[in-house]
Structure formats: structure tokens, C-alpha cells
């Protein structure tokens, strides 16, 4: 495994591989199947009230997280983004669901902006957006699927930063880089007390008795 994997996979089980898929695993790129199974999955935790664009908005918003908080993570800790030639998770069971990623390469990042450039160019398009594609034609608007980004993102960061404190300069450096320029402009800020809001919702706040995320939009204006 790439060291750079091994040094993320210490940062927590999200950040974390399992060496090869199992049996039933199915590929991020068949994503009309993980949809439809990971839907199946996590409407049977939260219940028959639950309407299906909260769900579909929450199987995007953490099969997203759980994708990209390796490379996030390794890419923070060791200055070497790894890319996969594919990506296989287990549909189902409680989160972070299993994952294996094959033919993975390391790009050479250093410091912020250049993990934020290299997410975009060799995440967010070819890997991230064909999934968020899939999830937009149940009809979830397109902010809301690119606000979970962003929240992916930023909760992997604040995993990172309690793991390692001396990883939240950066941590924190590269989400506002993300939201600065690329396919993410524009869709988070900084609050006056320096915490991070995303510009929409993952509208987790529909389900009974949910509140709303640390990130949300709802909790305070979004700053100008």
C-alpha cells in the first residue's frame, strides 16, 4: 500500500483501506447500483418517514465523504495525493462503510492550494462528479449536491486537525482554498468566528427530531 494511504489510515477509520474488495462490493463507477443499494441500506436505519431526496442527499453526501477522506487525509499528512483507477465500497452496514481502491498512483502535493488544485483535477471531476451526476437525477438540485462536497471535505479536515493539531493550519487552509477557486468556488465562508458554513443543506434537518449539521446554512446568515 502506498505509505502515504498507511499514514492516512492513522487519522482514523474513515481515512482508512481494506487491501481488496470483498464479495457484493460494488464499483463508484456503477452508480445507479450503489445508489439504489446504499439507499436501500440507510432507509432501513432511518425509516419508512424518511423522503427520498434527505436520503439520497445523505447516501451522496457520505459516500462522497467516504471516498475522498484517504486522499484528504493523505495528502495532508504526507504531501502525496493518492488516485486510484477505481474505487469499490460495501453498499451496506454502518458508516465508514468498507472500501478498497486499486491501481493507485501518488501525485506529489505541497502545501494547500496544490492538494486543493490536485482534488479537483483528479477527484472532483473524473471520480467525484459521475457520481454526483447519478444522484442529481433523483432530482436534487445541484447546490445541494455540491454543498455536500464541501461538507465532505471540511468534516474530513476537522478529523484530521483533532488527529494531528499540528495538520490544522493546513487543514483549514485547504478547505478555504477549495472554496476559493475550482468547481467548489463560492460554496462555503468563514463565519465572523472563524467556523465554516456551507452555502446550502444536506437536509438532514427534514428527518424527525434531526437537528442541523455544525456547518449549515440554517444555523446562522451566510456571510457576504
Sequence with gaps: MLPALLAAARLGPFCALDDEPGPGWVDLADGDRLLGERAAAVRAVLGPAAAPRVVHSLVH??????????????????GVLPVPTSVHLQPVGSNPVPMAWAGVRGVDVAGPEAIAAALAEHWLGPLVQPWTDTVAGTG??????????????????????????????????????LVATGPLRGRGARRP????????????????????????????????
Excluded at 465554516?196 to 449539521?213: H, K, M
Design 61 to 78: 453526501l457520505g459516500v462522497v465523504a467516504r471516498v475522498l477522506s484517504p486522499a484528504v487525509g493523505a495528502a495532508l499528512a504526507a
Design 193 to 224: 468566528d472563524g467556523s465554516f458554513v456551507r452555502r446550502s443543506c444536506c437536509l438532514i434537518q427534514l428527518l424527525p427530531g434531526a437537528g442541523t449539521c455544525g456547518d449549515c446554512v440554517l444555523v446562522d446568515p451566510v456571510p457576504a
Design 140 to 177: 436534487l438540485s445541484g447546490q445541494v449536491l455540491t454543498g455536500n462536497v464541501v461538507s465532505a471535505v471540511h468534516g474530513t479536515c476537522v478529523v484530521v486537525a483533532a488527529a494531528r493539531p499540528d495538520l490544522a493550519p493546513s487543514a483549514r487552509a485547504l478547505v478555504d482554498a
